[in-house]
């Protein structure tokens, strides 16, 4: 087959692989949000044994797009409020599939200028919108979590280095790291801690917003000597409290301890003058993390690790190996992750960025953090219900007079499809949780929001109970 030939494979491919991209996307204002058909229902249709010939492309694609259809969430709707993801701006998106095109593994400088300059210019811009340390480190990774080990790593090896231990001989080696949170803290950065060998944080107390006990952190560190990690976060997950981050800063420093945030949606409250003062004292841990695909609304996967001394960053994460180019004394993308090869996954951050401008990504943030304020003036007026946090952010948890009521509410709501919102347990409490995140939740879908829910108490007979 000729060059040409193959050209053409990939050009009619693709324009199938468009189709029904568009397709999709024109239907995310209106289409259920739930799927309808479950993984059995999809892999029924696909599963079988493996042909010994292949298919066309466009065939194959075209089988894929069938089989899946009714099998996919509406995670891009303006309605989705499950877990914490974003949607996807249009030029993000666009460069995505064009990351995918160019298919380069941006580990390296010297082989992939192209996709590493633009990293770098996104992560300038990343530094600068969000006030940290503009010498900082950054690294792009596949999301929170591994952004959040990616931070640990380097962290693990900088107070063990510290102490006058030497990390390549292992965490063994060293005296015992102390790693500790507030009760709140967020799975990600437990599971982070576990991979990174710290373990489980010892938590220190939070208030009843999830906010971490500055003086249970002081007892705390008071109370014994060595090494020690503190993992801060912007953003609880339930009620999008932000820990006093000058005060919790203060007290770790004094201590000697390295303090990181984990901040995977609250982190871009600092691109919002609006909003900066949650975020106050911020800068001044030593590491930082965030998903750029939940605020920002880039496409799956982007995390984003940042650590302000970045000898330290690559010191823990650098790769080095006889055929691996290299520059002496400029590090490169691979020495900021764990991955040694991956895709140009910053491409669509610094889309995203140049489309929005500093003053988008503030409206941005901003009309995220309105839209939840409303969706929680609204619930406030239906009978039954009650909005169980102080809504500083764009979390909102909602709750009936008993666990039963709410549970039976968020089951209503996600068969019902115009809204999907996870049920989760706070503060002792069920809760149906509503993170917004997505750029097009705007004041109709609000409105079209608070309508279901009412009449979903309304079937449910919550208001008279």
């Not at 004394?329 to 929005?356: K, M």
């Amino acid at each position: 087959m000729g060059d040409g030939a193959v050209t053409e494979q990939y050009r009619q491919a693709l324009e199938v692989a468009h189709r029904h991209a568009a397709g999709w996307l024109d239907t995310l204002a209106d289409r259920p949000i739930r799927p309808e058909v479950d993984v059995d229902g999809v892999r029924a249709r696909l599963d079988g044994v493996l042909p010994e010939e292949g298919r066309d492309p466009v065939a194959v694609v075209e089988e894929l797009a069938a089989a899946s259809a009714d099998g996919l969430m509406a995670m891009g709707s303006p309605r989705f409020y499950g877990f914490v993801i974003g949607g996807t701006y249009p030029a993000a998106l666009a460069a995505d599939w064009l990351v995918t095109a160019w298919d380069q593994n941006t580990g390296s400088r010297q082989p992939t200028p192209a996709t590493a300059a633009v990293e770098e210019v996104a992560a300038t811009w990343l530094l600068d919108l969000l006030g940290l340390p503009a010498e900082s480190g950054v690294g792009f990774v596949t999301g929170g979590t591994m952004a959040n080990f990616s931070c640990l790593v380097a962290a693990r090896d900088a107070v063990l280095r510290r102490a006058g231990a030497d990390p390549a001989a292992g965490i063994q080696a060293g005296p015992a790291i102390r790693f500790l949170a507030g009760d709140a803290v967020h799975t990600s950065m437990v599971l982070a801690g576990r991979l990174a060998g710290l373990g489980a944080p010892r938590t220190v107390g939070a208030d009843d917003q999830g906010r971490i006990d500055v003086a249970g952190l002081e007892r705390a560190l008071g109370a014994a000597t060595g090494p020690a990690i503190v993992a801060l976060q912007a953003g609880d997950v339930h009620s999008g409290a932000f820990d006093d981050f000058a005060a919790a800063v203060a007290v770790a420093h004094r201590a000697g301890a390295w303090v990181h945030v984990d901040g995977a949606f609250g982190l871009w409250a600092a691109a919002s003058p609006r909003l900066q003062h949650l975020v106050r004292g911020m800068a001044d841990a030593d590491s930082w993390a965030t998903d750029a695909h939940k605020t920002l609304n880039v496409p799956y996967d982007c995390g984003v690790a940042i650590v302000r001394d970045e000898p330290a960053m690559t010191a823990a994460l650098g790769a080095h190996a006889a055929y691996l180019p290299s520059v002496e004394s400029i590090s490169d993308p691979y020495d900021r992750t764990p991955e040694l090869s991956r895709r140009a996954r910053g491409v669509p951050v610094w889309a995203a960025l140049r489309s929005l401008g500093r003053q988008g990504v503030a409206r941005l943030v901003d009309g995220l953090t309105d839209a939840a304020t409303a969706l929680a003036a609204g619930f406030a007026g239906i009978p039954g219900l009650e909005v169980l946090n102080d809504v500083p952010f764009t979390q909102v948890c909602l709750a009936a007079p008993d666990d039963g009521a709410t549970a039976a509410l968020g089951d209503w709501l996600r068969a019902e499809g115009t809204v999907w919102a996870s049920s989760s347990t706070w503060r002792g409490r069920t809760v149906v949780r509503f993170a917004v995140s997505n750029h097009g939740t705007d004041a109709e879908a609000v409105r079209r929001t608070v309508d279901v829910v009412a009449r979903g108490a309304a079937a449910l007979g919550i208001g008279e109970r």
